[in-house]
C-alpha cells in the first residue's frame, strides 16, 4: 500500500500464477460443459477452440473476479475505510503467468473534530402580516373560481383563459413538438414563454395569428435554443375566471372543519402561516448551524469522491453524459462548492456520531423502510427492490446516523429566537 494523498491510497497486488491458473481452468471447465461449438457435442468442444472463441470474455470475467476478491483482501489486510469503489489503474500478466494489479481507493479523511455543542445561533420566524392572509385567501379564490366561456367577446384580454391550437415554424419548416390542438393557457400565469403570453393579448378568436418567439441560449429545450419560432396560433374559446366572493359563504365553501365565517377562515389561514413560518425558521436554522460547522472545519477530501459527486450532481440536472456542458468548467466549478459542502457535512456528522456512540438499532431500520414503503404508494414494489440491493442497508445506517449526530448539534444549540420581516429572512440567502 502507498500513500498517494491525504486521503487516498494506491494498493499494488499479485497474483500467483497458479492461482490465476486455478481460476482460469474453472472458467473454461464451466464455459466447456455448457458451450456448443459447430462439429462438436455439448462439453466436447476443445479448450483450445473456446480460448479462441471466448478468450477475451473469459479473461475479462476472471481478471474481474481476482481483483474483486484481491481488493476485498487487501483493504481488509490494512484495514482501510473505504469510502468510496475502488477504481482500477492498471492490471498486467507477467511472462509466468501472475497477475500484478494497482487499484486507486479513496479512504475515509482525517477529522479532527473541534466545537460541535452549545453552538449559538439566531432563529428568525418571519412576521405573518395581513397581506400574507390576503394572498393567500386570494389563491384559494382563484383555485376554487369557475370557468365562464365569454361569447360576445371575441379578442384576447390580460387574465384570460383561453383554448387555441398552435403549430411552429422554422421560416417555412415545421418545428417537431411546437404544434398541439385544444391547448390551454392561463394569459399571465407564466406557464408559457413571456413573450407567447403577452402576444397573445389581441390575438381575436378563430383569426389565425402568428406569434414569434425567441428562444434563449439557456432555454431548457435543447432544440428551440438560439431559434426564432413562429407559432401560428388560432384560439378557439375564450374564459373569463369568475372567482367566489370573499365572504362568509367562501368559509362555508372551503369545507374547512370548525370554519364557518370569513373572520375564522382568516384566523385559521394566518395560523397554517405561522406554522409553516416556524418550520421554515427551523429549517434555515439546522442549514446555518450545519454551515457554521463545515466552514469551522478543514481536511482533505477524498479526490474521486468528490468527482464522482459533481458527476452525480451534474446527471441530477438532466445533462445527458458525454455531452459538452457535462465537460464545462464553469459548470464543474460551481457544483465543486455544494460537493465539498456536502461531503464535509457528511464526514463531520460521521465523526460526531462515533465520538457520542450514536448506534441504530434493527427496528429503527426497519421502522424506516416501513415507512417509505407506506408513503411511497404505487412505487412501493421499487422501495422493496432497492433495499434488495447490496449496500442499500448500510447506506440508510449512515443516513439515520447521520439524522442523530445531527439533532446533537441542533439541540444543544444556543438559539436566540427573533420575530422578523420577510424582507430581513430574504436579504440572508
Not at 135 to 158: I, K, N, Q, S, Y
Not at 190 to 199: I, L, M, S, V, Y
Request: glycine residues 8%; proline residues 3%.
Amino acid at each position: 500500500m502507498e500513500e498517494s494523498g491525504p486521503a487516498a491510497r494506491t494498493l499494488k497486488i499479485s497474483v500467483s500464477p497458479e492461482l490465476v491458473r486455478g481460476r482460469f481452468d474453472a472458467a473454461f471447465r464451466k464455459l466447456q460443459a455448457r458451450a456448443q461449438l459447430k462439429g462438436f457435442r455439448k462439453g466436447k468442444a476443445p479448450r483450445a477452440l473456446l480460448e479462441q472463441a471466448y478468450g477475451e470474455e473469459v479473461q475479462r470475467d476472471v481478471v474481474g473476479e481476482l481483483l474483486e476478491e484481491a481488493c476485498v483482501e487487501s483493504i481488509r489486510q490494512h484495514g482501510l475505510d473505504v469510502v468510496a469503489a475502488p477504481r482500477l489503474i492498471r492490471d498486467e500478466f507477467a511472462e509466468d503467468g501472475s497477475l500484478s494489479v494497482e487499484v486507486g481507493v479513496d479512504i475515509r479523511p482525517d477529522v479532527r473534530l473541534g466545537q460541535y455543542k452549545d453552538l449559538s445561533a439566531e432563529k428568525l420566524v418571519v412576521r405573518v402580516e395581513d397581506h400574507h392572509v390576503d394572498g393567500t385567501l386570494d389563491g384559494l379564490r382563484h383555485r376554487m373560481a369557475v370557468l365562464r366561456v365569454e361569447e360576445e367577446r371575441a379578442v384576447v384580454e390580460p387574465g384570460d383563459v383561453v383554448v387555441l391550437d398552435m403549430h411552429g415554424f422554422d421560416g417555412e419548416t415545421p418545428v417537431p413538438g411546437t404544434s398541439g390542438e385544444g391547448i390551454v393557457v392561463e394569459v399571465g400565469s407564466g406557464r408559457f414563454p413571456q413573450d407567447f403570453e403577452k402576444q397573445l393579448v389581441g390575438v381575436t378568436r378563430a383569426v389565425r395569428t402568428p406569434i414569434t418567439v425567441e428562444f434563449g441560449e439557456d432555454h431548457g429545450d435543447e432544440s428551440l435554443r438560439g431559434r426564432a419560432i413562429r407559432f401560428d396560433v388560432t384560439v378557439g374559446e375564450i374564459k373569463t375566471k369568475v372567482l367566489p366572493p370573499a365572504d362568509d359563504s367562501l368559509a362555508a365553501e372551503a369545507g374547512l372543519e370548525g370554519v364557518e365565517t370569513l373572520e375564522a377562515l382568516r384566523e385559521r389561514i394566518r395560523q397554517d402561516l405561522r406554522q409553516r413560518s416556524v418550520r421554515d425558521s427551523e429549517r434555515r436554522l439546522q442549514d446555518a448551524l450545519l454551515a457554521r460547522l463545515v466552514d469551522a472545519h478543514e481536511f482533505d477530501l477524498p479526490g474521486a469522491l468528490l468527482e464522482e459527486t459533481i458527476h452525480g450532481y451534474i446527471h441530477e440536472l438532466g445533462i445527458a453524459h458525454g455531452s459538452e456542458e457535462e465537460k464545462s468548467p464553469e459548470l464543474h466549478a460551481t457544483l465543486e462548492s455544494r460537493a465539498r459542502r456536502s461531503l464535509k457535512a457528511g464526514f463531520l456528522l460521521d465523526a460526531i456520531a462515533a465520538v457520542e456512540n450514536l448506534e441504530v438499532s434493527k427496528e429503527e431500520l426497519e421502522g424506516r423502510i416501513r415507512g417509505q414503503i407506506a408513503s411511497a404508494g404505487k412505487r412501493s414494489d421499487e422501495v422493496r427492490r432497492h433495499y434488495s440491493k447490496a449496500g442499500a442497508i448500510a447506506e440508510l445506517r449512515t443516513s439515520l446516523l447521520r439524522e442523530k449526530a445531527a439533532r446533537c448539534v441542533f439541540e444543544s444549540a444556543v438559539v436566540q429566537e427573533r420575530e422578523v420581516e420577510e424582507s430581513q429572512v430574504a436579504d440572508r440567502g
